[in-house]
């Protein structure tokens, strides 16, 4: 209980300091890139994003499930009724009551309210739905919410940041904190801010999620990457959240 | 159907330069990569790109396995008449994509 | 050439492996650098060519001659001039998967002169082409940019053939680099 404490009180710490969101040395990954890559980025004609973007456009309008029911059904205008959601999730879904993160609140509402089968983990029809949701919080500052509920899930994933783990017996604060900004072979090591996903990712050549990117990650560290399922990807994901508070979303981005 | 992504502008002034982008989803599978299995992927590219202006072609390109997957071309055009710029992929494993803009020209 | 590689290091560990990240599987990083960045299958053609350093594995890639050929397909016995043509490639990037590249050629773009191909070679992918884009006095001006894969550090040439029968070139040196932490098994 201590260590819960203690980490609820650095996260107060950390939210309060975060809220000075400018200036306080904190990068995008987007920022660590090469000219190159922020181009690609940047231009919505050019970013191989924007292909999935597009099939997640039209995915909001299909009907699907028993209910035969859209997305748009529901919420409309993505433009509007999406602007900022992907700035504030993992959040706590109100049908269970527990934390979800924006592919388990698609999923949610797969099967909750248009009677379907849930998306899989990676498949492009969740990567496009996220895409395409994500794209309406472009330029929000990542803002997680002040649900209590959400709390010791985010101490968790504190916890995990700074666990050593793997056959390096590496943490993610090794890196991403300690060594953010120095190079990992040829590579600049970002701070590790999840701003801009799903993430058209180089290395994929595709699309991904934050939880594949994490569990890259995990491979890296050399040890065995935790099932999709996993609350361990929410915990971490609800914490990178908080430690990003306030930087602004540049989904969907192009990384390395 | 496949998934392409144009971007040409809708109007232009007869005799202007007009940048067309043209981006696709495909996987570009080079053929000299090992699979899980220590098999090589085979080969899975699109190797021929082109577009026309009201039929008549503006622009061909022959692709290799160094094309990156989702490939992305751009190319310039002189605005000459409105009508249609269709744009055609076509390559391995008999894969065939179709596009078309309309383009009004004043 | 003056090809350029980067600085290996040797006390940084590579947080990284692959079943997917490299395009070209066994050819890419040849270097002590590389060891920890490659498949499983990969680590073992590294252990075999480390243990006989110069046997290249794999040895499918284009070399210095190959490219000469390739390029030598298109211009055919006439000259090949440095000039007028401008490469546009970022001179280090971060993964060779999708390198943007633009080529112009300065032209008048007339009936009578103007470009009628550019073409792009490579020096160390597995085949030295990586394009060919034909063009006319309909496109204005002579430019066109895509994405290409880039196995390793290498020279990228390109070839403009005009009208008049002639043909220019530029090449560019491009510093590859490998992404860290990239897909395990999954």
Partial sequence: MTGLRLAAVLIAVFTASFALAQGDGRRSGYQDMSPALQKMQDDDTANPAMLFVQAGASAWTEKAGAAGKSCA????????????????????????????????????????????????????????????????SRGQPIAPPGDPRLSSLRAEGADLYK???????????????????????????????????PIYRLEWQALGSLKRRLRNCVVGLRAEPWPYEAREYLALESWLMVRARGLAIDAPAVRP | ?????????????????????????????????????????????????????????????????????????????????????AFRWSGDEGFVAAHQVDITVT | MNTRRPEPRGATPRLSEAKSRDPFCGRQKRGPSATLGATALCRRVFLASAAAVTIMPFAVHATPEALAAAIKEVTGDAPLREGKVTLDVPPLVENGNAVPLTVSVESPMTAGDHVKAIHVFNEKNPQPHVFNAWLSPANGRAVVATRIKLADTQKVVAVAETSKG?????????????????????
């Avoid at chain 2, 040409?8 to 699979?35: C, D, N, S, W």
């Fill in chain 1, 73 to 136: 059904d529901c919420h409309g205008d993505a433009s509007s009724s999406m602007k900022g959601v992907a700035a504030r999730y993992p959040a706590v879904a109100p049908e269970t009551g527990q934390p979800v993160d924006l592919e388990g609140r698609i999923n949610l509402c797969r099967t909750t309210r248009q009677l379907a089968d849930p998306l899989a983990a990676e498949s492009d029809g969740l990567l496009a739905l996220g895409a395409y949701i994500a794209l309406q």
């Fill in chain 2, 1 to 85: 159907m496949a998934n392409v992504l144009v971007n040409a502008p809708k109007t232009a002034k007869k005799g202007q330069v007009v940048e067309i982008k043209a981006l696709i989803m495909h996987v570009m599978e080079t053929g000299f990569r090992p699979g899980t299995n220590g098999r090589i992927i085979p080969r899975n590219i699109i190797e021929d790109f082109s577009a026309t202006w009201n039929g008549r072609e503006i622009f061909r390109m022959k692709m290799s396995p160094a094309i990156a997957a989702n490939p992305f071309v751009s190319f310039s055009a002189v605005a000459s008449e409105s009508g249609i710029i």
């Fill in chain 3, 166 to 186: 002639e043909f220019w070139t530029v090449h560019a040196d491009v510093i590859v680099t490998i992404a860290a932490c990239i897909e395990g098994v999954t």
């Fill in chain 1, 163 to 197: 666990r050593r783990q793997g056959q390096l017996n590496l943490s993610c604060a090794n890196c991403h904190d300690d060594n953010a900004g120095r190079k990992l072979a040829g590579a600049s090591i970002p701070q590790g801010h999840p701003t801009g996903y």
